[in-house]
């Protein structure tokens, strides 16, 4: 069963405006003979398991309402440093931390970096790089609206 997912992103992008909160992405999906609704959810200090327990009761009740979904398994979550991003404040989220980043260049193609998020200032992401040799370190400056993906690199 096929489920229209724009009713759904239209209640939770209603739930969170004027929070300081986003939503990241939303899954819908049938399993089995139900339909599991995923929701993503971040801000710039992050979230709660008690602020994602909060959201869940107020999606439910809109979901309930809404009565397009009969029966379904709801999960709202932070989306995790695994999944990627792209937008200018997930990048001040990470000031300190080190990403890998899909860019796009001027003419077109793709580039590919890692380093340590040192600052963002007025769409500009300056990456503190670490190369094998010295004239591969310094800064490195990507602009957001060029970015095609970005990702927490973990240290293990």
């Not at 300081?20 to 599991?36: C, D, G, H, S, Y």
């Not at 931390?97 to 260049?105: M, S």
């Not at 963002?120 to 957001?144: A, Q």
Request: proline fraction near 3%; charge should be negative.
């Amino acid at each position: 069963m096929e489920v229209n997912k724009e009713p759904l992103q239209r209640i939770i992008e209603d739930l969170v405006r004027g929070t300081e909160f986003r939503l990241i992405e939303l899954q819908v999906k049938p399993i089995q003979r139900r339909t599991l609704v995923r929701v993503f959810l971040d801000s710039e200090a992050g979230i709660t398991i008690d602020q994602c327990q909060a959201f869940s009761h107020r999606i439910a009740q809109q979901l309930n309402d809404l009565e397009t979904i009969e029966n379904y398994v709801l999960e709202v979550s932070s989306p995790g440093t695994d999944r990627p991003f792209k937008d200018e404040w997930q990048f001040r989220k990470n000031v300190g931390r080190t990403v890998a980043v899909t860019y796009e260049t001027p003419d077109g193609r793709q580039e590919h970096v890692s380093g340590t998020v040192e600052r963002v200032d007025n769409g500009i992401v300056t990456l503190s790089v670490k190369g094998k040799r010295k004239t591969e370190s310094g800064e490195h400056l990507i602009y957001v609206d060029r970015v095609v993906e970005a990702r927490v690199q973990l240290k293990w």
